[in-house]
T-cell receptor
Framework: AQSVTQLGSHVSVSEGALVLLRCNYS??????LFWYVQYPNQGLQLLLK??????LVKGINGFEAEFKKSETSFHLTKPSAHMSDAAEYFC????????????FGQGTTLQVKP | EADIYQTPRYLVIGTGKKITLECSQT?????MYWYQQDPGMELHLIHY???????EKGDLSSESTVSRIRTEHFPLTLESARPSHTSQYLC?????????????FGPGTRLLVL
């Protein structure tokens, strides 16, 4: 069965600093992996997804993530944090069945300090 | 513009009332999902649908029920609301061509049962 672990429920960075949000997965088959962002009082918005085409995936708003099979990781990064990046971030893995179901991690709250 | 809508956005209601949370999408997606999300927690799948007249229970047991009479509409009903139902409910849809389906989320409904 698939599972996702996000290390660190809260991450705080200064504006302009590197953002690193960690995600490790467990999957018995090659996974499809997703990062979503949730701003206060809103639904989830897709940042990027890994579909086995390339290990480094670029997403919206300057975010990218690298799939590392040997580490079973899919960490999210952004070179320079902006105040508008403050939000909740969720990593998810697809169960690759025809249901399209996703298994979500517990989320990481990103705080950006001025 | 293709989108996914949820109404109401906020609902405060007394114990024992019947409520229906609405979800509609204009993307022509076959699959739709309902998630329950408590503050600061991960999303838990409570219902999903492959298409018209198809509904399945999700990974988290829920006293709510759903129906799928039209492709674009996937309402969730609680026959008798209780304080334990207080949560945020997120609707999502996925579909289209290709193996990897991306879920698109509505803005959510925040439910408070007094």
């Amino acid at each position: 069965a698939q599972s996702v672990t996000q290390l660190g429920s809260h991450v705080s960075v200064s504006e302009g600093a590197l953002v690193l949000l960690r995600c490790n997965y467990s999957s018995s088959v090659p996974p499809y992996l997703f990062w979503y962002v949730q701003y206060p009082n809103q639904g989830l918005q897709l940042l990027l997804k890994y579909t086995s085409a390339a290990t480094l995936v670029k997403g919206i708003n300057g975010f990218e993530a690298e799939f590392k099979k040997s580490e079973t990781s899919f960490h999210l990064t952004k070179p320079s944090a902006h105040m508008s990046d403050a939000a909740e971030y969720f990593c998810a893995v697809s169960d690759r069945s025809n249901t399209g179901k996703l298994i979500f991690g517990q989320g990481t709250t990103l705080q950006v300090k001025p | 513009e293709a989108d996914i809508y949820q109404t109401p956005r906020y609902l405060v209601i007394g114990t024992g009332k019947k409520i229906t949370l609405e979800c509609s999408q204009t993307m022509g997606h076959d699959k739709m999902y309902w998630y329950q999300q408590d503050p600061g927690m991960e999303l838990h799948l409570i219902h999903y649908s492959y298409g018209v007249n198809s509904t399945e229970k999700g990974d988290l047991s829920s006293e709510s029920t759903v129906s799928r009479i039209r492709t674009e509409h996937f309402p969730l009903t609680l026959e008798s609301a209780r304080p334990s139902h207080t949560s945020q409910y997120l609707c999502a849809s996925s579909g289209g061509q290709g193996v990897i389906e991306t879920q698109y989320f509505g803005p959510g409904t925040r439910l408070l049962v007094l």
